[in-house]
C-alpha cells in the first residue's frame, strides 16, 4: 500500500504562485509514475500533468502548460507541482496519483493510489 499526503494549497491572487508538494510513505514512489488532477466544483475530476518513472519525460494539459511543471524528488518520496500565473479558473481540489506502472497516462482510472486533496483557491 501506498499512502499520499498533499500539501501546500491555498488562497492566492491571480497572477500568483504556488507549489503542491505529495510526499509517499508505505513504499518507494521511484518506480512509479506519478500525476496531478484537479476537481472542481460540479466538474469530473481532470488530468493537470504526469511524470514518468525515471522523471526524464513530462506531460501537461493545454490549459496548464507553460505555467505548471511537475517535479519529483524519488530520494524524498516526493513530487512536486510548480504552478505559476495562477489564474481563477485554476481553483480546485488538487489531487496526486501514482501510477504502478511507470509510464505517464491521463485518465483517472489509470492510477491505483490517491491522495486527499488539497484545495487551491485563485481569486480575481
Known amino acids: 500500500q501506498v499512502q499520499l499526503v498533499e500539501s501546500g494549497g491555498g488562497l492566492v491572487q491571480a497572477g500568483g504562485s504556488l507549489r503542491l508538494s505529495c510526499t509517499a510513505s508505505?513504499?518507494?514512489?521511484?518506480?512509479?509514475?506519478m500525476g496531478w488532477f484537479r476537481q472542481a466544483p460540479g466538474k469530473e475530476r481532470e488530468f493537470v500533468a504526469a511524470r514518468n518513472w525515471s522523471g526524464e519525460r513530462t506531460y501537461y494539459a493545454d490549459s496548464v502548460k507553460g505555467r505548471f511543471t511537475i517535479s519529483r524528488d524519488n530520494a524524498k518520496n516526493t513530487v512536486y507541482l510548480q504552478m505559476n500565473s495562477l489564474k481563477p479558473e485554476d481553483t480546485a481540489v488538487y489531487y496526486c496519483?501514482?501510477?504502478?506502472?511507470?509510464?505517464?497516462?491521463?485518465?483517472?482510472?489509470?492510477?491505483?493510489?490517491w491522495g486527499q486533496g488539497t484545495q487551491v483557491t485563485v481569486s480575481s
Open positions: 496519483a501514482a501510477r504502478l506502472t511507470g509510464t505517464i497516462r491521463t485518465q483517472v482510472r489509470d492510477y491505483d493510489y
Open positions: 508505505g513504499r518507494t514512489l521511484s518506480t512509479y509514475a
